[in-house]
């Protein structure tokens, strides 16, 4: 199946309110292009390094879209162009997003990562270590940062009744922190739903899927 074939088999699969992050990790550019001819936007990267050297060598209408976990020293190389980050599970980390955005005049939207799994090794924040965050007063002072939703990664299972229960406590979370009020809080998105999920993500709420591997074949690590 050519990736042509795949995006459009998986936007045929999409709702109209919900957004497709075109998971790109570990592909080559030619890859990717193959997507953008077919009319793909947005791509996804979870490497700071990789999603950079790609920006530079494609077409400058692209979104770029950090969904992996963020090291503070590596948020200057993205600073410049980065559209949406996605894993944002710290204020310490929205500090230093606001300070590189400062420097390129620039407000870079996040979404803030919600623990929705079970396994210890997902990152992410707890609802009311999210609720503390979005309440603090170094929070509220962050002018070039604007949090725009929630992110969530579900367990690696196939058990789709604990799946649908950890999304469930996405959109319940989100329900929640919705009702804050904040300069630099609006939000609208629900990023969760990769390739094998994305559809029980949708039922549960999701307004942005990540899918890798059912556009750009499996990788290969
Ligand atoms: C790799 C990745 C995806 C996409 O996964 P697929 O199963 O290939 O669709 C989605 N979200 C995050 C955070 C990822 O790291």
């Not at 995006?7 to 790109?24: D, F, M, R």
């Not at 310490?92 to 396994?119: D, M, T, V």
């Not at 070039?144 to 604990?162: H, R, S, Y």
């Not at 009702?179 to 709420?205: Q, R, V, Y």
Request: hydrophobic share 40%.
């Amino acid at each position: 199946m050519s990736i042509q074939t795949n995006l459009n088999s998986i936007k045929s699969q999409l709702p109209e309110h919900v957004t497709l992050v075109a998971v790109s990790k570990t592909k080559p550019v030619s890859d990717l292009m193959e997507a953008y001819q077919a009319g793909q936007r947005i791509f996804g990267e979870n490497k700071i390094q990789e999603m950079a050297d790609k920006q530079m060598q494609m077409p400058k209408d692209i979104e770029w879209h950090m969904i992996g976990h963020v090291q503070t020293n590596k948020v200057k190389y993205m600073a410049p162009f980065v559209s949406l980050i996605h894993g944002v599970d710290r204020l310490k980390l929205l500090i230093e997003i606001n300070k590189q955005a400062l420097k390129h005049k620039r407000i870079i939207n996040c979404l803030l990562q919600i623990k929705i799994a079970s396994e210890a090794s997902k990152f992410g924040l707890s609802l009311e270590d999210a609720t503390a965050l979005i309440q603090s007063d170094t929070f509220s002072e962050l002018k070039n940062i604007k949090v725009v939703g929630l992110m969530g990664m579900a367990t690696f299972t196939n058990d789709e009744i604990q799946v649908e229960q950890e999304f469930n406590t996405l959109k319940l979370a989100f329900d929640t922190l919705k009702h804050f009020k904040a300069p630099n809080l609006k939000l609208k998105t629900i990023s969760m739903g990769m390739s094998g999920d994305f559809k029980l993500a949708i039922k549960c709420g999701s307004t942005m899927v990540r899918i890798g591997s059912s556009i750009f074949g499996l990788r290969n690590y």
